[in-house]
């Protein structure tokens, strides 16, 4: 018998090896319980319709078609918001962040590095007072705001939020976002004699901040994340030569297992800079020799720490994706909404100002069984 499946979700080209290795060892079974004539098998994936034929005996094709319905399911996506900040401080103030454990649920979660003496602070009241203190505590706590957790970073002095990035991947598969520049640097150069063209080699390499997740959804409502993460930038140089081009980086790589809707946090990647800032007196400050005693200059030591917060949200169906995406979705028009409520100096009407219109939900419970899927469709042959 030759049949055709139509898949839903998996892919056909990934079924091929699998389904010969199944009726691999079904043939081989079947032969040595009772041996018989070579058994004709043929398994071709069609990639255009996503669909595989299969030519083998009836017994077999029904072993197959049990394993094409319990393979071909709905995978689950995962929504990974993730917040990189840097936080600054005085040359003479240790940073860190903790979050306290409820004895009673077992709630969050503590594991301190650095400094053995650091006040414990609500993880579910983000205050701009006490969140930051001596020595660094990294974990987990559950049903976190990240949104209400930027707000309060946006407004700490001491805080810069560099990316707020967020992307959907599905089941055990890698997604990345990349925001920088594709710089130059100079891998190589031939000297020509005799000629002012010399051979030059570039290579060009992504810098900026990046992010790699891939997250495997366990069966207790759980995730396993294996996350890596970068921070590069260029510094600055008063040469624009590729040769000289030096680039600062600060990476995370790890494996960690969170809950559905926590918020997990990374973080302990110190490094120092030195500030220096200058103030005059206008005019009088650029005149040559006696201009120094019109203007002051001050040294400033800043420690930085790198911290990740990425916060984890199981999607099983349509309903929970859809009221994802409405969430995200009204948190732009909000800020588009308060942004036209401001002080119009143009003097536009407020009905002439942009507004995105109110989302709408249009998903439809899906009742269909995995196991109902139409695997024999009206392009079936028989030979």
């Known amino acids: 018998n030759t049949q055709v499946f139509y898949l839903n979700y998996a892919n056909a080209a990934d079924m091929v090896p699998i389904l010969e290795s199944v009726s691999g060892s079904v043939v081989k079974a079947t032969e ?7 058994v004709e098998v043929s398994i071709q994936a069609l990639e255009a319709n996503n669909a595989l034929i299969i030519t083998a005996p009836p017994s077999l094709l029904n072993t197959m078609r049990g394993v094409i319905a319990k393979l071909d399911v709905r995978r689950a996506q995962v929504l990974v918001e993730a917040l ?10 240790d940073l860190g962040v903790s979050w306290i454990s409820d004895p009673v649920t077992g709630d969050g979660g503590r594991a301190s590095f650095g400094s053995p003496s650091i006040p414990s602070v609500n993880p579910n009241n983000f205050g701009p007072s006490g969140t930051f203190a001596g020595g660094l505590a990294v974990g987990v706590f559950r049903d976190g705001s990240l949104r209400g957790l930027l707000n309060v970073l946006e407004a700490d002095g001491d805080t810069n939020v560099l990316s707020t990035p967020t ?6 598969e890698e997604a990345e976002i990349l925001v920088g520049q594709n710089v130059p640097f100079k891998t190589g150069q031939e000297d020509r004699s005799g000629t002012d063209n010399d051979f030059v080699t570039i290579e060009r390499e992504d810098v900026g901040i990046s992010l790699k997740v891939k997250p495997r959804v366990n069966n207790d409502n759980s995730l396993t994340l294996e996350i890596e ?3 590069e930038s260029v510094e600055e140089s008063g040469t624009a030569d590729a040769s ?16 559905n809707n926590e918020i997990l946090v990374l973080g302990g990647l110190m490094s120092d800079t030195i500030e220096v800032n200058t103030s005059k007196v206008p005019f009088f400050g650029d005149i040559p020799v006696i201009g120094h005693l019109f203007k002051s200059s001050s040294k400033k030591k800043v420690k930085q720490n790198l911290m990740v917060f990425i916060h984890p949200v199981i999607l099983l169906d349509d309903v929970t994706t859809e009221s994802e995406s409405g969430r995200r979705y009204n948190e732009i028009r909000e800020l588009q909404r308060d942004f036209n409520d401001q002080e119009n100096w143009l003097q536009i009407k407020k009905s002439a100002l942009p507004l995105l219109p109110e989302y709408k939900t249009e ?21």
């Open 32 to 38: 040595k319980d009772a041996p018989q004539a070579d």
């Open 84 to 93: 990189i900040v840097e936080v600054n401080s005085d040359f003479d103030r």
């Open 167 to 172: 992307v959907i991947a599905l089941d055990n």
């Open 229 to 231: 993460q970068k921070v």
């Open 244 to 259: 000289d081009i030096i680039t600062n980086k600060r990476e995370i790589r790890t494996k960690a297992l969170v809950k």
């Open 363 to 383: 998903v439809e419970s899906n009742t269909d069984s995995v196991a109902d899927m139409p695997v024999e469709d009206p392009a079936i042959m028989n030979p």
